[in-house]
């Protein structure tokens, strides 16, 4: 049996690199349990994951989580193909709404203080995503950011399911 990390066929997945804030990985979780997405923790991690901010953040949610914590995102990569990671960074160009996303993706996220590094950024291509927001703004709260990507992600997904008879699993 391989230590590595596998993932459960078909559903979204969203990765925080190195996330730094507690409160805002507790509500990211509650939120991959709405949708039934899988949430990836990239080490280091600002925190413990026993710590009380994020188990009052997910509130009794925690306990459906799926939950993987890997060492860094080449593991995530390995796990999910590379070609299915969108990199999430306001120094990206595209706007979130042009991608297609699948069954699979992942939606990648840098830490709260500086977002991923502008050389992964210019690596993903046109995979790297942003959300749109007016100049006075630096940026959404890293779980407001989680939140809009992984809806639109389902959206996508449930709109292709649904002209194929299928849905978010319930």
């Not at 990239?42 to 413990?48: K, N």
Request: some cysteine; overall charge neutral; charged content about 25%.
């Amino acid at each position: 049996m391989s230590d590595r990390p596998t993932a459960p066929a078909g559903n979204l997945h969203l990765v925080l690199a190195q996330p730094e804030i507690a409160a805002n990985t507790g509500a990211i979780g509650r939120t991959c349990v709405a949708v039934g997405a899988t949430l990836w923790l990239v080490r280091p991690l600002g925190f413990r994951l026993d710590d009380r901010y994020v188990r009052r953040a997910g509130l009794d949610y925690w306990e459906h989580l799926e939950l993987r914590v890997v060492d860094g995102l080449d593991e995530v990569a390995e796990a999910l193909g590379r070609d299915r990671l969108w990199w999430f960074s306001t120094k990206a160009s595209r706007p979130y709404t042009e991608a297609t996303f699948r069954p699979g993706d992942a939606l990648v996220f840098g830490p709260e203080s500086r977002g991923l590094p502008a050389r992964l950024v210019a690596e993903a291509g046109d995979r790297a995503l942003r959300i749109p927001m007016r100049p006075e703004a630096r940026s959404l709260n890293l779980a407001n950011a989680a939140a809009v990507g992984l809806y639109e992600a389902v959206r996508q997904v449930e709109a292709r399911n649904s002209s194929h008879g299928g849905g978010l699993p319930s």
